[in-house]
């Protein structure tokens, strides 16, 4: 007799547990979803341009300075037969002497002092065209972006760095 | 008479398929770049780029490529009126306004939202990958002019 109500007991408490644990896991299974730190969703729309005769951005990033206000962005394009260059837009430096644009790397420890001590690894594109405004500069070909992948307005005379771009695939 | 009749059928006839013509050529012309970022998040590891773009018909589009995030429950893109954002859990506050873009398409992979008309992209500056059900911030993409 006792052992019989014992066993009800028992199997009550177990189908209770059933009635209450399940909806719990699937409450909890909705909410975190955890088999989705598994399962990724990989998409790939279209760009919204069709057109591929327009120079496509590759690389972008914007200009920095700190001694001289450099402000800007910097950005290397690929035409459609292949060619690159860079083209600097709502860009703003101070005007100087033999100021140039390079490309350099930008993990360049020159990079981040005013005044470069040594020989800075750059690749030169030409001297600036202009203090102010919307400028392109032909890249070399065959430079690799992958390593040259800062855009730098230098002072050739003073060594002097006036501002960096970061270059990040666009 | 009957000839003068089929000229101006024929002519009319030209000028529709001229007409429409011309709106098949404006969706292949090219969408310009107005505004890029890069994303940032450390919590759920985002990465890739937000860039929006304005059509020819004056509409505004984002799209993010090169783009990954982890996947989750009732993730969507928005919009936010705020310089930047951290990764922080309950990083909206009630009064944060948002513009809401729809639900995340896959955490991988180039993807496309239709921005809604009227959206003024000088006040909302940042994309955020944003879990609802959480109200936590995957990820944020500050905006910068292109």
Known sequence: MMDSHSNSGRSR???????????????AWWAFRPEKL??????NEPAPFA????????????????????????????TADGK????????????GPDVHVLLARSDDENLKQEIVKGQLDSIELGPLKGNQGDQNYDLPASVDVQKYNAAVIFCERFHAVFGVARLEQF | MVREIKTVL??????????????AQAQESSAKALETGTFHGKVHSTSGRATIY??????????????KTSNGPDVHVILIAASDANDDANFLKSNTERVEL????????????VIPKGTDLSKFQTVSIYCERFNAN??????EKF
């Open chain 2, 102 to 113: 729809g639900k995340l398409k896959g955490n991988e992979g180039d993807q496309n939202y």
């Open chain 2, 54 to 67: 304005q059509k020819e018909d004056g509409s505004l589009l984002l799209r993010l490529t090169n783009f």
């Open chain 1, 13 to 27: 408490w177990k189908w209770l547990l059933i009635a209450v644990g399940i909806p719990v896991l699937i409450g």
């Open chain 1, 51 to 78: 057109s591929t005769t327009d120079p496509q951005p590759l690389y972008t990033g914007l200009l920095e300075g700190e001694a001289h206000k450099t402000s800007g962005r910097a950005t290397i394009y690929k």
């Open chain 1, 84 to 95: 690159e260059y860079l083209r600097l837009t709502n860009f703003s430096t101070s005007n």
């Open chain 2, 138 to 143: 995957f990820g944020a993409a500050p905006l």
């Open chain 1, 38 to 43: 598994w399962i990724n969703k990989q998409v």
């Open chain 2, 10 to 23: 024929a002519v009319a006839t030209l000028a529709v398929a001229f007409g429409l013509h011309s709106p």
